[in-house]
Structure formats: C-alpha cells, structure tokens
C-alpha cells in the first residue's frame, strides 16, 4: 500500500493503478462525465461545439478532453468536438498534432536525415587511406 495525494484535490488517500484521483473526486468526475455523456447522447446536441457543451452542462473542458484522451468520449460521433494540437493548440479529433503540424514535422525531418546523410558523405570522402609498400620501407 502506497499513500499519495490526489492530483485534483490534493487528499491523500491509498494509490491503485487504475486512477491517480481519490474516492470522492473520482466520484465527481463519474458524474461529470454522465452529464456530458448523456447530453451528447441526446441527437440535437450531436454538433455541439466544447464551448456549447462546457456552457450546458458546466462541466469544465479540461475535464471533458480528459474523457476524449481516455477514450470515454468517442469523437467519430462529434464533429464539432475536439482537442488541441500539442503544438499550435488548432482543435484536433485523433493523435496529437493536427495535419499541418505533422506535415511541417515531417517535413523538418526528412531535412534533418538528408543533412545528416550529406554529412556522413562528406565524412566518408575525407578519408585517407595509406599503403605501404615494402620496397620503399628502410
């Protein structure tokens, strides 16, 4: 048994591997998470953006990207949900960059390998090698 603090409220309470939160904020978060899915479920609220849905059921939206990341929250479903990108903060549905980020990424790296690669060419041309022939040995 492992004592720990809550990372939302800071209570201690016994450490299991399924969560990081305590009994009682755990518990809190199961009934945010009702809400949301229950008020999503409904189809007029289908193309809810996250400023319409944290608005009618006061649920904060870091909670609510908590719920998309676990995978509790299915955005096939949504189309008006979403994340932030990792790196501009563009709301994404899967992964964590948005395609123009990961283009530019992608991009950066195969500049990267090709420099790296030119480097290791130029590394294998500035090589010498010496012979020795015997016959000019003394």
Do not use: W
Not at 1 to 28: A, H, P, Q, W
Not at 60 to 83: A, Q, S
């Amino acid at each position: 048994m492992e004592l720990v603090n809550c990372t939302n409220c800071g209570m201690l309470y016994v450490k299991n591997s399924i969560r990081d939160i305590c009994d009682n904020c755990y518990k809190e978060e199961e009934e945010a998470f009702d809400k949301v899915n229950n008020y999503l479920k409904k189809k007029q609220n289908r193309t809810a953006s996250m400023v319409k849905v944290v608005e009618d059921t006061g649920v904060p939206e870091e909670l609510i990207m908590k719920f998309i990341r676990k995978g509790r929250i299915r955005l096939v479903h949504f189309p008006n949900l979403g994340y932030p990108c990792e790196n501009c903060g563009k709301p994404i549905q899967n992964g964590k960059l948005c395609d123009d980020c990961a283009k530019n990424f992608r991009n950066e790296l195969e500049v990267f390998e090709k420099e790296q690669q030119r480097q290791k060419e130029l590394a294998e041309k500035n090589i010498t090698y010496y012979a020795i022939d015997e016959k000019y040995r003394s």
